[in-house]
């Protein structure tokens, strides 16, 4: 015999007599989700250009994110708002930027309609939809949804990914973090990594690693329930932290250079058909340095921090394909709606020159080539918070 249900705030439907065999119970009804709906996963890449995915030219190896548009649709017309916390406020709310008064990243915050990065309780999270409808909520990685005043232990937690729908979260609340030593909130307390760089610590697996146990959780209890995961890997912002092991793979790749670069995947975008064929490369951005005309130490430099960067990505795809290969393992990829998107294109915060440390940028100090030159050989490993030159 199936339970009596009734709509939580309504009567109760059952019944209460004088003894036991005279009364019938009844529940309040929990949310469902409707059979066969669908689990979603949705990616948010940080600060990649599409230009640096294999599926859109790029000869950096990204063989499973390519698999994702070989087996459904790959944009070639999206848009977002060039920024990481408007454009992430937009795709978890569907609303207009300012509407959520994240109009820039929620350091920018000022005391202004639209600006002032407390987005409005009122413009639902799809967590908190979604929630409503018998799915269960993660969030993994990146949130930078919470204004700074509120980032502390001291709260408030209504702005925290827990506060807006998500049932579990594991990642880190600010705008980047170290990639070997971050700054890691668990739902709604600080915590440490489990283990050290040395002993093979490194951000994206462990955050792949929790979005695998909070999915394995589930699924062994509930099976036919569906999930929804936000997955917000630091990759590929600053730092650009990766091992010599993947960085290595590049050597050599990039020595010809950004405007080689800009023309080799132009051209691979055509024979995609990516872009229409008559299309034209933009001009040489004018604040960029002509390849040709640089020394060659920062020529080698530059070069380098392309290849640590490439490795970090494909390690970054590495790991996506771990999380991919955890639902075909458990029966649940092909009933997973999977988006993938970037926040924003490449950054420029490296400036002309790459960085070593983001503290320079932030406080106007100009990165020196020679100190950067002093790091070239220490790229990627924990000791810097390395970015690429905006060439």
């Known amino acids: 015999m199936s339970l009596k249900e009734y709509k939580p705030g309504t009567a109760f439907t059952g019944v209460v007599g004088r003894t036991h065999d005279q009364s019938e119970p009844a529940w309040p009804e929990p949310p469902r989700a409707r059979d066969g709906a669908a689990n979603v996963l949705f990616i948010v890449l940080d600060d990649t250009g599409f230009g640096h995915l294999g599926c859109y030219g790029s000869p950096i190896s990204t063989p499973n994110m390519d698999s994702l548009a070989a087996g459904g ?44 990065a407390n987005i409005p309780f009122e413009k639902g999270f ?58 890691l909130v668990y739902d709604n307390h600080i915590v440490e990594q489990e283990k050290t760089p040395e002993e093979g610590y ?99 430099l530059y070069a380098r921090m392309m290849e640590v960067f490439a490795g970090f990505l494909e390690h970054t795809d590495f790991h996506l394909g771990r999380l991919f290969d955890f639902l075909k393992k458990i029966g649940e990829f092909d009933d997973t709606l999977i988006m993938l998107i970037s926040d924003n294109g490449s950054s420029a915060e490296g400036g002309p020159t790459g960085s070593v440390n983001e503290s320079n940028f932030f406080n106007f100090v100009p990165e020196s080539v020679e100190e950067n030159l002093k790091a070239l050989d220490n790229l990627g490993g924990p000791e810097y918070f390395n970015h690429f030159a905006w060439g």
């Open 126 to 183: 799809l967590s908190e939809m979604l929630l409503q409808n018998g799915y269960n909520t993660y969030a993994v990685g990146k949130w930078h949804l919470t204004p700074v005043d509120q980032v502390s232990a001291a709260g408030p937690y209504d702005r925290w990914p827990l506060g807006r729908g998500f049932e579990r979260y594991y990642g880190f609340l600010g705008g980047d973090t170290h990639q070997y030593y971050p700054e």
């Open 202 to 300: 490194h951000l994206t697996e462990d955050l792949v690693d929790k979005a695998i146990g909070f999915i394995a959780d589930t699924k062994q209890v509930a099976p036919n329930k569906p999930f929804f995961m936000y997955f917000a890997p630091g990759a590929m912002h600053a730092p650009h932290h990766v091992t010599k092991e993947w960085s290595d793979k590049y050597a050599g790749m990039f020595d010809d250079g950004w405007d080689a670069y800009r023309e080799k995947v132009f051209a691979r975008q055509k024979e995609l058909g990516i872009v229409p064929q008559d299309a034209e490369l933009s001009r040489h951005d004018p604040d960029v340095q002509d390849w040709d005309a640089l020394p060659e130490e920062e020529r080698r």
């Open 73 to 116: 649709v790959l944009y070639s017309n999206m848009h977002t708002t060039a920024l990481c916390s408007p454009t992430r406020a937009c795709i978890l709310t569907g609303r207009n930027h300012h509407s959520n008064n994240m109009a820039c990243i929620t350091e920018g915050s000022t005391g202004f309609m639209g600006y002032n």
